[in-house]
């Protein structure tokens, strides 16, 4: 088909530009080991206390740490968006008959894979510190945010074409970023947190795929947590999709 | 020089159903600072088959926002676009696989090698694998990429992108090429190879559609002109014939004591083609109505009078008097226009 074969070598061509610099590949890589080497041994005094039930710190540390990685995937893609806006590819590619949706997915594909293969790296590596591993878990959490990555990058994409400017993308970037992770409980769990923060969570999308991913990290596969997982993550992957294809269609309006 | 293809193609022009793109009507607008912006006003075009035809006008006129209309990059707000017989509004799917287009950003993937980008773009255009291939090594060998195509493109010189860009235009051979201000920041010698490969694909039955605000862009590699400003097209032709339509200087410089000048100007300003003629200094500057008509008559004159001429010039006028006359502005803002100057002796 020829949507999936022009994907594909859109995929393609994101992958090698992003193996000719493999500076990102190694920063991309470095970031969430440091975490786990510096971040994770201040948590061992709060083990087997509110928030960390169970042995080790790194069994709700590290899908935290994996959602994060999740995030900062995606969200490059604006960036690449606005300067393929600015050196005129994005225009070049709008007036071949290439599908809009397969311009979108090329990112995404490439955006999921820098995910998904740095996590499986930290995931062996956390194991070495004390993490317990479920791997048939740990195998779906993977699918699960994944989706997180698709929809930051497809989000980011369609927000770098809407506003054209680095500037403006930066600081909406940043400044959705904080709420998002802080209130998903990425690196401390919000049951840590007043009921007020508790409830306000509960319109950040980031909060369920980050619940879910530390029930999958513990084994649980069929709960209506991963479920709730799944379900916003999707809709939210697809939204975001949508969104920027259509960005995609009239980028220059 | 363009004298017999303007011919070949003012008659191509008249005959219905081979315009590879005909306009009529278009307008279209932008929100800016109160209110909407009218970018193009009700443009009326038709491009002939197998023709080169150049957009001129200032930064500004419109030309881009026709050419991103043409192209499928932005909808028309009214009017009909049609272009290789298919209508732009209601098929532009279809439109994209019978176009190519050169932007003035260019396009290509820095970050990737010219020949990856060649092949991406073939394999785009839905051609297959081995196809692709042997396409990019026709390209590279058309337009001399061989000896940078498997750098990566951020390497590249202006003059290097520049033909990698044209190349990626036309991997698909369409039936019309639009070029946004193709040789913008180009230098003289990569400027003029350019121009051949585009009368080359021009020779081939490839339609050139470009816009340029060169006044000799226009006027050396366009078989057709529109000049647009301000939205509008405020004259359309051959080069020779917008430009003949305006008046031309003659200036002759005499063998000085030779003759009674006073009275040879009276003579000539009676000639049915001249305009006017006075003396200047030790020349006689003449105005004629066009670069084509009167000469002989003026010679003739010279002659029987026994007038020794040691010089003559010829001022033509340039695309740019025409803008003057029809906009009451000059063009010369953005351009470097060359003088039409030419000495006949």
């Known amino acids: 088909m020829n949507f999936l074969l022009q994907t594909a070598l859109l995929a393609r061509r994101r992958i090698l530009e992003t193996l000719r610099q493999p500076i990102w590949v190694f920063m991309g890589m470095s970031v969430p080991l440091l975490y786990l080497a510096l971040f994770a041994p201040l948590l061992k005094p709060l083990a087997g206390g509110p928030g960390f039930p169970g042995g080790s710190v790194l069994d709700v540390f590290v899908p935290g ?7 900062g995937s995606g969200m490059g893609a604006g960036w690449i968006v606005i300067g393929e806006l600015e050196s005129g590819v994005i225009e070049r590619l709008r007036v071949t008959p290439a599908s809009r949706l397969a311009l979108v997915l090329g990112t995404v594909v490439r955006d999921v894979l820098m995910f998904v293969v740095p996590a499986a790296v930290v995931l062996v590596v956390a194991t070495f510190f004390g993490f317990h591993a479920h791997w048939d878990g740990l195998l779906v959490l993977l699918g699960l945010l994944a989706l997180l990555t698709a929809a930051c990058s497809a989000g980011s994409a369609a927000l770098g074409i809407t506003l054209k400017q680095i500037g403006s993308l930066a600081a909406v970037v940043t400044g959705l970023q904080l709420p998002l992770t802080l209130l998903a409980g990425v690196l401390l769990p919000l049951s840590l947190g007043p009921g007020w923060l508790q409830g306000l969570a509960h319109v950040n999308p980031m909060y369920y795929a980050v619940n879910a991913a530390r029930e999958l990290a513990s084994g649980t596969l069929a709960s209506a947590t991963v479920a709730a997982g799944f379900g916003v993550m999707g809709a939210a992957a697809l939204l975001a999709v949508w969104w920027s294809t259509h960005a995609y269609r009239r980028a220059m309006e | 020089m363009t004298g017999g293809a303007a011919a070949l193609t003012a008659h191509r022009a008249e005959s219905p159903g081979e315009a ?15 209110g909407r912006v009218e970018a193009l006003r009700g443009i009326d075009l ?63 993937d820095i970050e990737a090698t010219g020949r990856e980008n060649l092949v991406l773009q073939g394999r785009l255009y839905g051609m297959g694998g081995h196809e692709t291939e042997r396409r990019a090594d026709e390209l590279i060998e058309l337009l001399d990429l061989a000896p940078f195509c498997r750098r990566i493109v951020r390497t590249y010189s202006g003059g290097q992108r520049r033909r990698l860009e044209v190349a990626l235009g036309i991997v698909h051979r369409p039936e019309v090429l639009f070029l946004d201000e193709p040789t913008l920041g180009l230098d003289p010698q990569n400027r003029a ?11 081939t039955g490839t339609t050139v559609l470009l816009t340029t605000h060169y006044l000799d862009e226009a006027d050396q590699l366009s078989d057709r002109v529109a000049i647009i400003d301000n939205g509008l097209v405020v004259a359309e032709g051959t080069p020779e014939e917008l430009r003949g339509r305006y008046p031309a200087g003659v200036t002759i410089t005499p063998r000085p004591g030779f003759a009674d000048l006073p009275a040879i100007a009276v003579e000539l300003e009676r000639e049915p083609r001249v305009r006017g003629a006075r003396l200047d200094g030790g ?13 002989a008559a003026i010679f003739d004159l010279l002659r029987a009078r026994g007038v020794d001429v040691l010089g003559v010039s010829l001022r033509e006028p340039s695309l740019d008097d025409v803008f003057l006359h029809e906009t009451g502005r000059s063009l010369r803002d953005a351009a470097d226009p060359p003088s039409m100057e030419a000495i006949a002796s």
């Open chain 2, 20 to 34: 590879a793109v005909c306009v009529t009507g278009l307008r279209k607008s932008f929100p800016g600072k109160g």
């Open chain 1, 65 to 71: 740490i994996l959602a994060l990685m999740a995030f």
């Open chain 2, 283 to 295: 020349t006689i500057r003449v105005e004629l109505d066009s670069a084509t008509t009167g000469m």
């Open chain 2, 46 to 108: 038709r491009v002939a088959a197998g023709e080169i035809y150049g957009f001129l006008g200032p930064n500004g006129a419109g030309k881009t926002t026709a050419l991103r209309i043409l192209t499928t990059l932005l909808r028309a707000d009214a009017g009909e676009v049609v272009v290789a017989g298919l209508d732009v509004g209601s098929r532009p799917a279809a439109v994209r696989r019978r176009i190519g287009y050169v932007g003035q950003r260019g396009g290509a």
């Open chain 2, 193 to 203: 190879n350019l121009w051949d490969q585009l009368r080359r694909l021009r020779d």
